[in-house]
């Protein structure tokens, strides 16, 4: 976006952080593998993430309840999916990809109409206080989780992943999951959309612009509220399709699964900069490389270090890696 | 004499009195009033609760801080307790080392976390304490040879404490005078103490400035004082007590896990309690703890009667079935949040100041 005056030292960080793994892990191949892991992992966080740091800049509501919709989203996955057996069943690539998109398509729709009613009935009545949000946000996902034990039942539910994306190709040495590699083409796309309507449309224009300053951009006439309310669904319908990537990836689904990836999609948007498309990408593919790494070196303490990696990347820049809100 | 005691913090309200005094009264006499086993443990867990929810409003109603880590505090309390009479046996200088070193623990990362965290931005905190939280329960449930992981840790007090230590030969008043009697009794003393300090804090010199803090930050801190230094205290004092409030946990149920003193949703009640008793009020957490609790009990009965009467309806009864009640807590945690800001405690004061024309009355 600012061409000119590019940042690059964030940018430098992931290659950093793959590189210092790269001894410890010790073998070539297995470092590729987590690489490759981590890539994808970050991805399907950067898909999530991407709309509620946008939410909070643009409106500067900071929305608790956001797990509510990965849960719904992957929720409606297994539904979809479990009704298209033959097709995700099927040896056939194209069969199979076939069969997810309607997956994700829906998943993003419920998740996205479910935004709606979040935004009117939990959101709207407490805009500009914050203590509130925080409250009323979080009641909003007890309820959403509630109801969706409700809906598909308290226990876990498997959502496999269809068969020709199942095991793994073999690159040298290095064995990578083919869902990895269709979870790093989505996330790709997913950014490219985001980052082509931020930086090349009017309505990314007025984003950017409603971001940086919301009241200027009110005062030209513009009505940043509905503006708002579009971001807000936009964002929630991502979180769905996160939700949906999320679930293909755990290859199970469980209600509690959105508070779970909230928590790591807090330390994105912190390490990013409230409000930074690009910095959330920063720190997805930090958090998703550094899970991965920490996972395999030492399990036990994989959560700590994300926390770590955020109170790193805080103590060298306070407001994370790009700040944009000046708030 | 009780405007000492109280710190001249009155209920302000005469509804509010009266139903101070009752509650005080009630668990004061609990095991003599309400016979039963579990009505002692429901007491026993009010009084914990009235201690965490008052050392939760500490943070969030005086000084305006959201934390999601209260409950690892709470935690840490009870895994001292818990960790040092298994492994020191159940000695009182177990229970000492274990409230020491765990109040120590507390303080040591309630600092860290404040003094890293209240230096960026406000709003930081509150998703930095939930990742920490999640990230110390994860912790405590994988060190299993020292917290004994998911099965958690029973362990064994000194022998004046154990049920099984009995003072008289017969029973008093229809109780018998036991090492359970004496726990509860230590219980209550304790919460009375607890909370009446916490009275103090808020209504000192102290406690005012957090106030101020909470209201608008920039000015205190164009005053003069130093509102990191304030709400970092201010955090560090609430972790303490929260300790201390685990502490008492541990110590009734003889007996402590990830799921009965770190998990999430007790930090969805506290949350709970403090909102309905009226945030920044103290008193508000007595009133919404002892509320709570019985709802949490009456509430899943009255669930299951309703969804045995709706059987025939599927998702309605799946909606009132007893175990979604904390989808219908939620709905009455959001509507309170809108309609009830005050809580209790605050419309109760708000109407006794209509009352008195709000010409004599304080601001409520």
């Known amino acids: ?327 | 004499m009780l405007n000492r005691l109280l710190s001249n913090d009155f209920p302000r309200s005469r509804v509010l009195a009266v139903i101070l005094v009752a509650v005080l009264l009630g668990l004061a006499f609990a095991p003599f009033i309400f016979p039963g086993v579990k009505a002692l443990s429901v007491a026993a867990k009010v009084l914990v609760f009235i201690v965490l929810v008052a050392s939760f409003d500490l943070l969030l109603g005086y000084t305006g801080i959201v934390s999601f880590a209260h409950t690892m505090f709470f935690g840490i309390g009870a895994y001292g307790m818990a960790m040092a009479s298994t492994r020191l046996g159940p000695t009182w200088t177990a229970l000492g080392v274990g409230l020491g070193a765990s109040l120590v623990l507390s303080l040591v990362l309630s600092l860290a976390v404040g003094l890293f965290s209240l230096r960026v931005r406000a709003i930081f905190f509150a998703m930095i304490t939930l990742a920490v939280a999640s990230a110390f329960q994860t912790f405590a449930s994988q060190m299993s040879d020292f917290t004994g992981g998911e099965d958690g840790l029973s362990f064994k007090l000194p022998e004046l404490l154990m049920p099984s230590h009995e003072f008289l030969d017969a029973p008093f008043l229809g109780v018998s005078v036991d090492g359970r009697l004496l726990t509860y009794y230590l219980l209550f003393v304790t919460a009375v103490v607890l909370v009446l300090a916490l009275l103090r804090i808020v209504n000192s010199p102290f406690g005012r400035v957090l106030q101020a803090i909470r209201e608008n930050e920039f000015r205190a801190e164009a005053i003069g004082y130093r509102v990191v230094v304030y709400r970092t205290t201010s955090s560090v004092l609430s972790a303490l007590f929260a300790t201390l409030a685990g502490a008492m946990l541990a110590l009734w149920l003889r007996y402590n896990g990830p799921d009965t003193s770190l998990s999430f949703e007790i930090m969805i009640d506290v949350l709970l309690i403090v909102v309905i008793g009226g945030m920044g009020t103290m008193y508000g957490a007595a009133i919404g703890a002892v509320l709570f609790l019985v709802a949490q009990s009456y509430l899943q009965e009255l669930l299951r009667l309703a969804s045995e009467a709706t059987t025939a309806i599927p998702v309605v009864s799946a909606l009132l079935s007893p175990d979604r009640w904390l989808l219908w807590l939620g709905v009455l945690f959001v509507l309170s949040v809108y309609y009830f800001p005050t809580g209790v405690v605050g419309r109760l004061r708000a109407s006794a100041t209509l009352d008195r024309g709000g010409l004599h009355g304080d601001k409520a």
């Open chain 1, 1 to 327: 976006m600012k061409a000119l005056e590019l940042d690059w030292k964030p940018l430098a960080l992931v290659p950093l952080l793959a590189l210092i793994a790269l001894p410890l892990v010790g073998s070539g191949s297995t470092w590729l593998t987590l690489t490759v892991a981590g890539l994808a992992m970050g991805m399907i966080i950067f898909i999530i993430a991407s709309g509620l740091t946008l939410v909070f800049g643009l409106m500067d509501v900071l929305n608790f309840g956001h797990g509510v919709f990965i849960a719904l989203g992957a929720y409606v996955a297994t539904s979809v999916l479990g009704g298209m057996s033959d097709w995700t069943g099927s040896t056939e690539l194209w069969r199979n990809l076939v069969a997810l998109a309607p997956a994700m398509v829906v998943g993003m729709l419920v998740a996205g109409a479910v935004g709606v009613a979040f935004e009117r009935f939990i959101v709207r009545p407490v805009y500009g206080q914050h203590l509130k949000q925080i409250l009323i946000t979080m009641g909003g996902m007890i309820i959403g989780e509630e109801l969706i034990k409700v809906i598909w039942g308290p226990q876990q539910i498997a959502l496999p992943l269809p068969e020709a994306l199942r095991g793994s190709l073999l690159l040298g040495d290095a064995s990578i999951e083919r869902y990895r590699v269709v979870a790093v083409v989505v996330g790709l796309v997913v950014f490219a959309l985001l980052a082509w309507t931020l930086s090349r449309t009017k309505i990314g224009l007025l984003i950017r612009a409603g971001v940086q300053d919301r009241e200027m951009v009110e005062s030209l006439g513009y009505r940043i509220r509905r503006l708002f309310v579009g971001v807000f669904v936009v964002g929630s319908a991502l979180a769905g399709l996160g939700g949906v990537m999320w679930g293909l990836y755990q290859q199970n689904v469980t209600p509690q699964m959105g508070a779970q990836v909230n928590i790591l999609i807090f330390i994105v948007i912190i390490i990013g900069g409230l409000g930074s498309t690009g910095g959330a990408l920063i720190g997805a593919l930090l958090v998703g490389l550094m899970a991965n790494y920490t996972g395999f070196l030492v399990p036990k303490v994989a959560l700590f270090s994300n926390i770590a990696l955020m109170v790193a990347v805080l103590l060298w820049r306070p407001q994370g890696v790009y700040p944009v809100a000046n708030r």
